[in-house]
């Protein structure tokens, strides 16, 4: 069974500096995913990772997925208030699995 | 144009109960999900359709009954609601072509078992 495991768990950020989560699975896989979900809400899709080597940017948010060492990550460029939420990494085997989520918080 | 919608959002009831909740997507998708997420955030498949086809039934007790009348819309059922039950209930559909199978949610079911 694929299993998704991210870290940290819990991430107090400083705002202005930058940081990383991690985002470590099982199994072969070329598809990986990272959402957003602020509390109290659903879940919102930041990135699709579709290939070795992929690197998307949105902001201050990067994800890159390095399929042979099975791992992605999620970078963080001068925090903000505003990220502060949950994130989530997911892998697609036979069916989407989640990792059990960063939960981020952007302090001044 | 809300893209996947869910029905109730909120969903309060006692032990041993029958409800239901309702997912509809108007994205023209072919498979949609249901996902239960605990209290600790974790979120576990329980259920996929596509094109009204169960393909993934996941170790879910019986009590939880997934019904696809149509594409667009897939329905959870869950008899005898225990406790353990209680958490945030999400829909999600997503198109088969590949480079666009990201999963988009609904808003959630947030159900409460008393």
Not at chain 1, 47 to 68: I, P, Y
Not at chain 2, 16 to 28: M, V
Request: hydrophobic share 35%; with cysteine; net charge neutral.
């Amino acid at each position: 069974e694929l299993k998704v495991e991210q870290n940290p768990l819990f991430l107090s950020m400083q705002e202005g500096k930058n940081y990383t989560i991690y985002c470590n699975y099982s199994t072969t896989s070329d598809r990986l995913y990272w959402y957003r979900q602020d509390p109290g809400k659903s879940l919102e899709s930041l990135f699709v990772l579709l290939s070795n080597g992929a690197v998307k940017q949105e902001g201050r948010l990067m994800a890159s997925l390095d399929t042979k060492a099975r791992l992605s990550t999620l970078h963080i460029t001068a925090a903000v208030h505003d990220l502060s939420a949950t994130y989530f990494c997911a892998v697609d085997g036979d069916k989407l699995s989640f990792g059990a989520g960063t939960t981020v918080t952007v302090r001044a | 144009d809300t893209a996947v919608s869910q029905t109730p959002k909120y969903l309060v009831t006692q032990m041993g109960n029958d409800k239901s909740i309702k997912c509809e997507q108007n994205l023209g998708h072919d498979t949609m999900y249901w996902y239960k997420q605990d209290s600790k955030k974790f979120l576990k498949i329980m259920f996929s359709y596509n094109n009204k086809e169960l393909i993934i039934n996941e170790t879910v007790p019986n009590r939880f009954s997934p019904k696809s009348p149509d594409k667009a819309h897939l329905n959870l059922h869950i008899n005898s609601l225990e406790l353990g039950d209680s958490a945030v209930y999400f829909c999600a559909s997503s198109h088969p072509q590949r480079g666009l199978e990201t999963q988009y949610f609904g808003p959630g079911t947030r159900l409460l078992v008393l």
